[in-house]
């Protein structure tokens, strides 16, 4: 049969079969999706090791040179306990001279010890308190300021009780220097950025921000 013999229904049927099919939009035709890049991706967060800021040096290093003074005050202390008894006894003695003589050594040597162990307790304390400042523990400077509270009231009961005469003259001046140079460790320590330090806690290193805490002085 020819093209010409055909009915319009067969030349539809026949145009149906021979032309292809439109696609359908809902199918895809790129293939399966693109990996997704690594490279671009920003990178964790990552803990650092970063030295202290100057003023935390700084106040780090007062306390230890304190610290020092304290432990030659201590050992001094111990070495003139002999021969500064009869002085430390005259000085009780005055306070009230009606008692027994026995009293008065008992008194005089209650002074010595109540003052050489809290010395002793002190710098065993600050040590510790010392340690969780180089840590960023919250709440040490508190902790460091009670301390020169003590400190200078023991401070006070030695050089009146204690630190008297040609022998008592150097230990008076390395409580001294105890006391001031812990003060001035103190005052270091609440500088700016030493507190933005401590409250940081950790420093952490970002390559897309650097490294936060790099920049403090």
Do not use: C
């Given at each position: 049969?020819?093209?010409?013999?055909?009915?319009?229904?067969?030349?539809?049927?026949?145009?149906?079969?021979?032309?292809?099919?439109?696609?359908?939009p809902?199918?895809?035709?790129?293939?399966?999706?693109?990996?997704?890049?690594?490279?671009?991706?920003?990178?964790?967060?990552?803990?650092?090791?970063?030295?202290p800021?100057?003023?935390?040096?700084?106040?780090?290093?007062?306390?230890?040179?304190?610290?020092?003074?304290?432990?030659?005050?201590?050992?001094?202390?111990?070495?003139?306990?002999?021969?500064?008894?009869?002085?430390?006894?005259?000085?009780?003695?005055?306070?009230?001279a009606?008692?027994?003589?026995?009293?008065?050594?008992?008194?005089?040597?209650?002074?010595?010890?109540?003052?050489?162990?809290v010395?002793?307790?002190?710098?065993?304390?600050?040590?510790v308190?010392?340690?969780?400042?180089?840590?960023?523990?919250?709440?040490?400077?508190?902790?460091?300021?009670?301390?020169?509270?003590?400190?200078?009231?023991?401070?006070?009961?030695?050089q009146?009780?204690?630190?008297?005469?040609?022998?008592?003259?150097?230990?008076?001046?390395?409580?001294?220097?105890?006391?001031?140079?812990?003060?001035?460790?103190?005052?270091?320590?609440?500088?700016?950025?030493?507190?933005?330090?401590?409250?940081?806690?950790?420093?952490?290193?970002?390559?897309?921000m650097?490294?936060?805490?790099?920049?403090?002085?």
């Amino acid at each position: 049969m020819t093209s010409s013999e055909l009915t319009p229904a067969d030349r539809q049927r026949r145009d149906a079969v021979s032309t292809p099919q439109a696609r359908s939009p809902s199918v895809r035709s790129d293939g399966p999706p693109p990996r997704p890049t690594l490279t671009d991706k920003a990178a964790a967060p990552v803990l650092v090791k970063l030295p202290p800021p100057f003023t935390v040096r700084m106040s780090q290093l007062f306390w230890v040179l304190s610290l020092v003074a304290g432990a030659a005050a201590v050992v001094y202390l111990f070495v003139i306990r002999l021969p500064q008894h009869p002085a430390i006894v005259e000085r009780v003695r005055a306070v009230d001279a009606t008692r027994a003589e026995q009293t008065y050594a008992i008194a005089a040597d209650i002074v010595f010890w109540s003052v050489f162990g809290v010395t002793v307790a002190l710098i065993a304390f600050q040590i510790v308190f010392l340690v969780s400042f180089a840590n960023r523990r919250p709440n040490t400077r508190w902790w460091l300021f009670g301390s020169l509270i003590v400190q200078t009231g023991v401070y006070l009961v030695a050089q009146e009780l204690v630190a008297m005469g040609e022998r008592g003259a150097p230990l008076h001046q390395l409580l001294r220097a105890q006391l001031l140079l812990g003060v001035v460790a103190l005052l270091f320590s609440v500088l700016p950025p030493a507190l933005r330090w401590t409250a940081r806690r950790h420093d952490v290193r970002n390559p897309s921000m650097g490294t936060v805490g790099s920049g403090d002085l």
